[in-house]
């Protein structure tokens, strides 16, 4: 079964860059179909990326994404980190094998 | 302003049913398939099930399949999710989600709502 791996938590200070990568296994990522989610307790979870590097309208351009050439990761790239970026971030992506949406583990994300 | 609200949840025994509803503003939501997504405490999210924009195809989670009905009403434009027999695997906050591509589903998710918390425990 297809399968996404994320870290745990990462964490960084405050106007610095984070990447936080997606792995995928059992499975190629394809470039169009992976999102980022957004989710802060107590409040709706937002999509800040969507077909692998795409920012919704009201999403800051300092979220980024992409998929790495072998099309076996992805990743979220947060530059100028501000306190409000704390959260967990989800990637998700489909596994065409069996018609599955498929969420990595999350990663959640300090800003210290 | 678009905006996917959530009710229904509760507190129920195990083997009973509830209701989800999740009231839909601000897009045409004739034109767009809508899922459930939930997330147990302390664990990641997990898809639950969709319908597309017209209403005649369903899909599910196998860990929901005969369990959960999802259905809508575009006269309210609201989505439902049937839940009977439940378990307390089934203690989550149940997100309703509208989907990316119009006339279409593609799994992939870009309205939200806050979330509804089912707790299933006698």
């Known amino acids: 079964n297809f399968m996404l791996t994320q870290p745990h938590s990462v964490s960084e200070s405050p106007g610095k860059t984070v990447t936080i990568s997606c792995t995928g296994s059992g499975g190629s990522i394809s470039s169009d179909s992976v999102q980022w989610y957004q989710l802060r307790p107590g409040r709706a979870p937002i999509t800040v990326i969507y077909e692998g590097n795409q920012r919704p309208s009201g999403v800051p351009d300092r979220f980024s994404g992409s998929i790495d050439s072998s099309s076996t990761s992805a990743s979220l790239t947060i530059s100028g980190l501000k306190t409000e970026d704390e959260a967990e971030y989800y990637c998700q992506s489909f596994d065409n094998s069996n018609s599955f949406v498929v969420f990595g583990g999350g990663t959640r994300l300090t800003v210290l | 302003q678009v905006q996917l609200v959530e009710s229904g949840g509760g507190v129920v025994q195990p083997g009973g049913s509830l209701r989800l509803s999740c009231a839909a503003s601000?897009?045409?939501?004739?034109?767009?398939?809508m899922h459930w997504v939930r997330q147990a405490p302390g664990k990641g999210l997990e898809w639950v099930a969709v319908?597309?924009?017209?209403?005649?195809?369903?899909h599910y989670a196998d860990s929901v399949k005969g369990r959960f009905t999802i259905s809508r009403d575009y006269s309210k434009s609201t989505v439902y999710l049937q839940m009977d027999s439940l378990r307390a695997e089934d203690t989550a906050v149940y997100h309703c989600?509208?989907?990316?591509?119009?006339?279409?589903?593609?799994?992939?998710?870009?309205?939200w709502g806050q979330g509804t918390m089912v707790t299933v425990s006698s």
């Open positions: 601000g897009f045409t939501f004739s034109e767009y398939g």
């Open positions: 319908i597309s924009f017209e209403g005649s195809n369903q």
């Open positions: 989600a509208k989907d990316l591509s119009d006339y279409n589903y593609v799994f992939a998710f870009d309205i």
